[in-house]
């Protein structure tokens, strides 16, 4: 079983950045995709970024060109990297891991973290 843990949310104004973790520990067998969802309150949850196991960064429409998916060399951390951050980038943010596609589809995720929240308020 893979266990997933992510960091790294809080509050920020518009307009500014914020870069969340998600460590992944646990037995492998394999290179498996990893992504990023996340929930706002009242909504579903979305898909926002994945890197499959060959390392191709796949970018929701809704943040592509300010949010970066990326991992480290040792490949047991996932990275996103949030720029121009807006109000609608509220939200509950998953780490998520899987061999399934499609990437954006949540049921393609075996694995889930339990979370961090992002605030993007003045």
């Known amino acids: 079983q893979v266990l997933l843990e992510e960091s790294g949310g809080g509050l920020v104004q518009p307009g500014g950045s914020l870069s969340l973790s998600c460590a992944a520990s646990?037995?492998?067998?394999?290179?498996?995709?990893m992504a990023w969802f996340r929930q706002a309150p009242g909504e579903e949850r979305r898909f926002v970024a994945a890197?499959?196991?060959?390392?191709?960064?796949v970018h929701a429409e809704a943040v592509r060109g300010r949010f970066t998916i990326s991992k480290d060399s040792a490949g047991n951390t996932l990275h996103l990297r949030m720029e121009n951050l807006k109000s609608e980038d509220t939200a509950m943010y998953y780490c998520?891991?899987?061999?399934?596609?499609?990437?954006?589809?949540?049921?393609?995720?075996?694995?889930w973290g339990r979370g961090t929240q992002v605030t993007v308020s003045a």
């Open positions: 998520a891991a899987g061999w399934s596609t499609p990437l954006t589809w949540e049921a393609s995720y075996e694995y």
């Open positions: 646990g037995p492998t067998s394999g290179d498996y995709n």
């Open positions: 890197l499959t196991g060959t390392e191709i960064p």
